[in-house]
């Protein structure tokens, strides 16, 4: 894998499109995509972090030694944003060893968890509501283009399979709701309880294996480092979409910069120039 370009850089754009090409991709005929969830496809889960920061922090005020507030919170959003992307569980793990590192004596990561996932539910319950009582369409919680991006790239003959780190019930449940599971063909991935046996990496790889496909023959689309990184490692191509997401800690304002260091081939703010993307990349 070649070095990621530095953040910052410009890069040539596909004709009058918002799309850069930071790397030319291999062009080989796609036969295989894999999408993330939440902040990709997915805006149900909007201003998680503005759950989780607080909670996390709140913790570690609970130490017997811990720094001011504001430096704890910078530590946080620092690893929370690190991990974005990885199981909501790991985030967890590295609030267990802050609080130790704290003197502090840690709870188990799936206490965390739950609690965090408790507290954020009282919203999530609200949007789902406005879903299913057809308050408001699904449009309204879909990263603008996702849905004619997925339905292009089925068209053309691509199978596309679902990986995010939001528990498995959640994401199936989610995405039904949204009217996005067809697409998928029950091919489907999310957190599980035995944390170790899931992870994006986990996904690409057995997706290759399993459908004996080149490197060079898959779509890895995401907005978190994990995907893409983990998808240039297979020699796959990547397109990292930098959709704008809202949290009181602005945690996403240097997604774009935090795909270029994961290696992006492309680089996109949505993905309402999907057929654009296609026809680039001969799909």
């Given at each position: 894998m070649s070095a990621p370009?530095?953040?910052?850089?410009?890069?040539?754009?596909?004709?009058?499109?918002?799309i850069e090409v930071v790397a030319p991709p291999p062009r080989e005929g796609i036969r295989h995509a894999i999408f993330?969830?939440?902040g990709t496809l997915s805006y149900l889960r909007d201003g998680w972090q503005d759950y989780m920061v607080p909670l996390l922090v709140e913790v570690l005020e609970g130490c017997p030694r811990h720094e001011p507030r504001d430096e704890l919170e910078r530590l946080?959003?620092?690893?929370?944003?690190h991990l974005t992307g990885k199981q909501t569980i790991?985030?967890?793990?590295?609030?267990?060893?802050?609080?130790?590192?704290?003197?502090?004596?840690p709870l188990e990561p799936l206490v965390y968890k739950k609690e965090y996932y408790r507290r954020m539910q009282g919203a999530i319950d609200e949007r789902i509501e406005a879903l299913r009582s057809?308050?408001?369409?699904?449009?309204?919680?879909l990263v603008r283009g996702a849905r004619d991006f997925l339905d292009a790239v089925s068209r053309?003959?691509?199978?596309?399979?679902?990986?995010?780190?939001t528990d498995i019930?959640?994401?199936?449940?989610?995405?039904?709701?949204?009217?996005?599971?067809?697409?998928?063909?029950?091919?489907?991935?999310g957190a599980v309880a035995e944390y170790k046996n899931f992870s994006k990496e986990k996904i690409i790889r057995r997706t290759l294996a399993e459908h004996a496909l080149?490197?060079?023959?898959?779509?890895?689309?995401?907005?978190?480092?994990?995907?893409?990184?983990n998808g240039r490692d297979v020699q796959a191509v990547t397109l990292g979409v930098y959709a704008p997401e809202n949290n009181r800690y602005h945690m996403n304002a240097n997604k774009r910069e935090r795909l270029l260091r994961a290696g992006a081939h492309l680089l996109a703010p949505d993905l309402s120039e999907g057929k654009e993307i296609l026809d680039y990349l001969r799909v």
């Open positions: 370009a530095a953040p910052g850089a410009a890069f040539p754009r596909l004709g009058a499109t918002q993330d969830f939440d946080v959003v620092d690893f929370v944003d790991y985030q967890m793990i590295r609030l267990a060893e802050e609080v130790s590192k704290r003197g502090g004596t057809g308050r408001e369409p699904p449009e309204r919680f053309r003959g691509v199978r596309c399979h679902l990986a995010s780190g019930e959640l994401v199936v449940e989610e995405a039904r709701l949204l009217g996005l599971d067809g697409y998928f063909q029950g091919s489907i991935h080149r490197g060079s023959e898959l779509l890895i689309v995401g907005d978190g480092y994990v995907e893409i990184q």
